[in-house]
């Protein structure tokens, strides 16, 4: 789902990202469309929410109080918007850097008249480290980031033990953190990583996929092939 979120240690000048040395995407071009360029220019005013190095009040930012789930690479949308639409009494805050997908994630939400998400255009752990307050979020999504399948970029994979620390802050007591990939080694990363966290498994290893994610054409393709997928569920203690 998130191709997009890959690492690159010097990205290209015009983002305006902080000097971390390693991070969890890499800025490509593109191909925009002539709609998704139009909604991107037209919602973007409208649910787009720019970076500030303050915390958000996301209640404020959603003009109600609900809970409220952030989600780490979107794609181009589709799943999001799927999920929005289902839990209307929930708000959503997705975060990507890849143009033509938040355009493309921009065009369904003015379709289908989404109140309940916002976007956010920019390094996700800098959203997090700055934007999200202690104690804020329901949950969160990682779904299909980028597995960096060689060996020497392992370093690179957004699921690292400093990452799983700044989840845990910024959870609520009881709220969860759900992973999903389809590349067996990333989910036996994934797994060990969140095993070692301060995170607790909901399920005894991988989890069945829950019902809030739905599954993509591009999945059922891959099971169809035989292709396995795996979810990991973990909470933060109560």
């Not at 994630?105 to 916002?118: D, G, V």
Request: with cysteine; hydrophobic share 40%.
């Amino acid at each position: 789902m998130s191709e997009n979120l890959h690492t690159e240690e010097n990205p290209p000048t015009g983002h305006r990202f902080s000097s971390r040395s390693i991070r969890s995407f890499v800025l490509r071009q593109g191909h925009m469309s002539n709609a998704q360029q139009r909604h991107l220019d037209e919602m973007m005013p409208k649910i787009g929410i720019p970076y500030q190095s303050a915390a958000l009040d996301l209640n404020a930012t959603f003009g109600r109080n609900a809970p409220k789930i952030l989600e780490i690479g979107f794609g181009m949308g589709e799943t999001t918007a799927q999920i929005a639409a289902a839990h209307p009494e929930i708000d959503y805050l997705a975060i990507d850097v890849h143009t033509p997908g938040v355009g493309a994630l921009c065009k369904l939400i003015a379709e289908q008249q989404l109140s309940n998400l916002r976007i956010i255009q920019h390094d996700a752990i800098e959203v997090l480290r700055d934007m999200i307050a202690d104690d804020t979020l329901a949950g969160m999504h990682v779904f299909f980031p980028d597995p960096w399948r060689k060996v020497r970029h392992y370093k690179r994979r957004l699921i690292q033990a400093e990452f799983l620390a700044l989840v845990a802050q910024k959870l609520v007591p009881g709220a969860y953190l759900h992973c999903a990939t389809d590349w067996e080694n990333y989910a036996e990363w994934m797994l060990e990583a969140l095993s070692a966290s301060v995170l607790e498994n909901t399920a005894d290893g991988y989890a069945p996929r829950p019902a809030h994610r739905p599954l993509t054409k591009f999945e059922n393709r891959g099971l169809g092939l035989g292709h396995g997928v795996w979810d990991l569920v973990f909470t933060r203690k109560s």
